[in-house]
């Protein structure tokens, strides 16, 4: 039996993916501009959120190569034969199908979209992706092409968000609150971090599925840390018990198509001792300074120079672990960081309407030192022409979020 090394297979319908045909269209005519200017035949998109951002389809590694191929007149993703037909049906554009037959049929699916009479002369792929053993074998079917990095320009394009975009980062905050409510219900001494995470976890994904039917539900996540556990941002939940006095932080992810959102907010069960009272309110006073700072026209840096002031006046800035704000849109913990975007810095990006933008100030005092812990607040600003509108609504501060438990 000859087996193919690729094929289509159009198996159901079309899903209904998360944006309209208009959006998805807009967005390859703006790739298509940039492939113009650039001077580029072909672009070759490997990265989870540049295919989703320009097709709609997430895929699922596994160690697989995914890749999404875009000229002037075709646009296709490329998927294992493992995920059959959902690539195509999750894709607003075609879809070809490589199989594990023989080695390398992901890159004979390339040749088979563009075709082999006129290869492209310069082809522009993501450097900040693309691995060097994949590098090589697309250098091997092209070996008289130019390649040219795009993934910074294509970076700048999803910096700017749709109203459509921003209809779904608005969901998935109001979803990150509703998580962050069920997480507080359920706070109790002797309760175990994973424990009260779950909680928040399910009644966020209940609630995607309630506002979003169609979509698939993947990657929604909680890190709900306790005492030295909230020493990093990105610390995994544990099950370490839960005891009075400890400080708490409540970090919750709704994910819906790839988009992120986040909620992040310090508490303390039953009690707060005053040095971390004070530290608490340190970092509260520097949150809300900076949610006044996020404004059309006003460039990262300074808000970024501004808050390192604040910190320094009230004898925090040593504390300080990372940046102070970062873009959203299609991003996960493992994939999509928009770095142009940033509150930090070296980042003297202007904002601009559309652009969406969290503020996240968060102090490190080490175990041994007054006030042990890490503190963090987080909000998500929408920019518009004339200022920016907070979507965070869960309230902030020790007035609100010492539990009682």
Known sequence: MERPDFFTLKNGDKAKLPFSD?????????????????????????????IAYYTGFIYCSFGRPYGCIITNNKISTISANIDASQPWRRSHCDNVIYTDWK??????AIVSIIGRDDPPKNIGIENDHITL?????????????????????????????SNEEIEIIKNGARIADIGGEEIVKNIKEGATELE???FGRDKMEREIAKTYPNAEYMD?????????????AHNPKTNRKLKKGDILSLNTFPMISGYYTALERTLFLKSVDDESLKAWEANVKVHKRGLEL?????????????????????????FRTFGYGHSFGVLSHFYGREAGLELREDIDTVLEENMVISMEPMILIPEGK????????????????????????????????IIKG
Request: hydrophobic share 40%; with cysteine.
């Open 22 to 50: 208009k959006e998805y269209n807009e967005r390859v005519k703006k790739l298509r501009f940039v492939m113009e200017k650039n001077n580029l035949d072909m672009i070759i998109l490997t990265s989870m959120h540049n």
């Open 103 to 108: 080695r390398d049929n992901f890159l004979k």
């Open 133 to 161: 053993d994949m590098s090589e074998k697309i250098g091997s079917i092209f070996s008289f092409s130019v390649f040219k990095d795009i993934s910074k320009e294509l970076m700048k394009l999803r910096m700017i968000k």
């Open 196 to 198: 009260i995470a779950i």
């Open 220 to 232: 929604t996540w909680v890190w709900f840390q306790s005492g030295i556990n909230t020493d990093g």
């Open 294 to 318: 996020i404004k059309p026209g006003v460039r990262c840096s300074d808000i970024c120079n501004e808050l390192n002031e604040l910190f320094a006046d009230l004898g925090y800035l040593q």
């Open 370 to 401: 007054p006030g042990a812990g890490g503190y963090r607040e987080h909000d998500i600003l929408v920019i518009g022409k004339n200022g920016a509108e907070n979507i965070t609504k869960f309230p902030f501060g020790p007035e609100h979020n």
